[in-house]
Nanobody, 114 residues
């Protein structure tokens, strides 16, 4: 059974950093496209970043230059390094793997507040 588990969220002050992890079980991330999405209260889920099997990356305009997506195939984990966090980055962050269909994790809460 395929399962994605996000971790690393929490409360951080504006300007701070967090690193999110998305670990897979039941499937190898190798060669698959994995993305990060987020959903703020009262808003639709939005794209944040994605990384392909060949490690091509794409970012939304709102996070480009502040967030970095990476993968460790040996650890079967995809990361999202988030720097210079802003209050508007507050959301539940989800990872998604595309493999035939879409597989989602349960999400991890990120709160940016002083």
């Amino acid at each position: 059974q395929v399962q994605l588990v996000e971790s690393g969220g929490g409360l951080v002050q504006p300007g701070g950093s967090l690193r999110l992890s998305c670990a897979a079980s039941g499937v190898s991330f190798r060669s698959k496209t994995v993305g990060w999405y987020r959903q703020a209260p009262g808003k639709q889920r939005e794209f944040v970043a994605t990384i392909t099997g060949s490690e091509n990356t794409l970012y939304s305009g709102s996070v480009k230059g502040r967030f970095t997506i990476s993968r460790d195939n040996a650890e079967n984990t995809v990361y999202l390094q988030m720097n210079s966090l802003k209050p508007e980055d507050t959301a539940v962050y989800y990872c998604k793997m595309t493999w035939g269909g879409d597989y989602w994790g349960q999400g991890t809460q990120v709160t940016v507040s002083s």
